[in-house]
């Protein structure tokens, strides 16, 4: 399949319709072969894009058709599977016109798993449609998928119900879908929580479509979510609730979400996680006096045990300082730099890389211009490179390549590169091969490329006793007859 379509892409669009389509043709030439079927409707679909409109709208419609009278279910449940593409280059007038009677068929197939294929896929002929067929006809589509005398169907049909109201117009909406989807909300004997975590899934999409005027009407749904007992539901929400905020705004954030937030903050680690990941986003949100009052969560995550939250804070460092005024930055943020950047873990050291050199940068314009928390900023990441640990020694390396771009010249050579170049002849290998990607980065990079004292060094790193030494400073390494292989040789 994968070949064909590389094939495709080669040949020229005339005489697609004769090595390419007539492949998938032949296909269906013999009944017999099922498998061959539903091959034909799986990769028209996929070379629906490259064919284009002229043979889609002509060959393909009517290969469509074919495939979709086959007498082997499966056949009819790849062609209700493989329509995405094939609407995309048909476009609104033709899909209405040609693939939604197919369509509108298959959906009231005799076999459930063609139906429950449709249900799956009615999203798709959703955002192909105008309002007044999404209406009417979608609706009507919709409300036989989920009263289907099948189990499977209608979980299909409830699954896909938010992201199908997300293709309505907020105005238009049927009362019958939002209403069906509220009642997604409450776990039943049928269903168990699958249509819980459906709904809290695609909570920011329906609230998106309503609009936050409506908010009232779905907020104690939320609630109802927010305190279900299944982990998933209430992860689903601890990601997305720096969406829904974003939706209805700080007065009602302020109202609404915030027991919600300090909830999730206090939730196990697999939901807490969520509005970690976005803790920035949201609080971006608050009026600042509300916001203040979480300067301690920064601290708190920055000094969590679980290594994963002290990588996110770190990746957010940056956007929160711009959160606050500088006075909380100094006496919050900056000494959980000072933790963070000397790190056990050397995932959440690398959070801070390139993060660093964009704080010591707003120093001199969100920051006030002051020097005092700048320069001992400074003076602490300088000091890495002196630093009896060995590692706290390559992060200083990595902190050069990572703020060379973001500093102004004269401050990067005084407090970055001289250190650097020290470093160049450090006892432990492992700092040395840093220092020598470090030094390689820079000699590209436009300004320093025709620096002496980096090609210098580098000229001596090309000539150390260590193999990666060499190699990163860009030398080459020569095995001496003696040398004996190592495991990494052997391998």
Known sequence: MDALIDVAKLIKNEDLNEHIFSILYDLTSDEKHEEHHVESATLLNELAPILGYDICSTSGIELYIKLEKSSHFRVRKAVASNIENICSVLGPDKTKETILPLFTGLCEDSIWGVRKACAESLVVISTYMDSETRNSRLVTIFKGLIQDKSRWVRSAAFQALGHFISTFEGDNLDSFLFESYLDMAVETKEFGNDNVYSCAYNFPAVLHTIGAE?????????????????????????????????????????????????????????VRIGVITNLAQFLKILCPETRSKYLNIIKDIAESEDWRFRR????????????????????????????????????????????????????????????????????????????????????????????????????????????????????????????????????????????????????????????????????????????????????
Not at 215 to 222: A, K, T
Not at 235 to 251: K, M, N, P, T, Y
Not at 354 to 373: K, R, S
Request: aromatic share 8%; proline share 3%; net charge negative.
């Open 312 to 491: 996110l804070i770190t990746l957010q460092l940056h956007e929160l300082s711009k959160l606050y005024e500088p006075e909380f930055v100094f006496s919050t943020i900056i000494p959980s730099i000072f933790c963070l950047i000397r790190d056990d873990v050397a995932a959440v050291r690398a959070g801070l890389y390139n993060t660093i050199g964009l704080i010591l940068a707003d120093f001199d314009t969100t920051l006030g211009g002051t020097t005092e928390g700048k320069q001992e900023l400074l003076d602490n990441i300088k000091s890495m490179a002196f630093d009896k640990p060995y590692k706290h020694r390559i992060t200083f390396t990595k902190l050069c390549i990572g703020t060379y771009d973001q500093l102004s010249t004269n401050l990067y050579e005084t407090e970055f590169l001289l250190p650097l170049l020290k470093l160049a002849s450090d006892k432990v290998p492992n700092v040395r091969a840093c220092v020598a990607k470090a030094l390689a980065t820079l000699n590209n990079a436009e300004y320093y490329a025709d620096d002496e004292r980096i090609t210098e060094k580098l000229e001596e790193l090309q000539k150390d006793s260590d193999r990666d030494v060499v190699l990163l400073s860009g030398g080459t390494w020569v095995k001496t007859p003696k040398e004996v292989p190592t495991a990494c040789d052997e391998e």
């Open 214 to 270: 409506r908010w009232d009407e779905l907020s104690e749904v939320y609630s109802t979510l927010v305190s279900n007992e299944a982990v998933k539901v209430r992860r689903s929400l601890s990601f997305s609730l720096h969406v829904i905020a974003d939706i209805l705004g700080q007065e009602v954030v302020e109202e609404s979400l915030i027991s919600t937030f300090d909830i999730f903050l206090k939730d196990l680690s697999e």
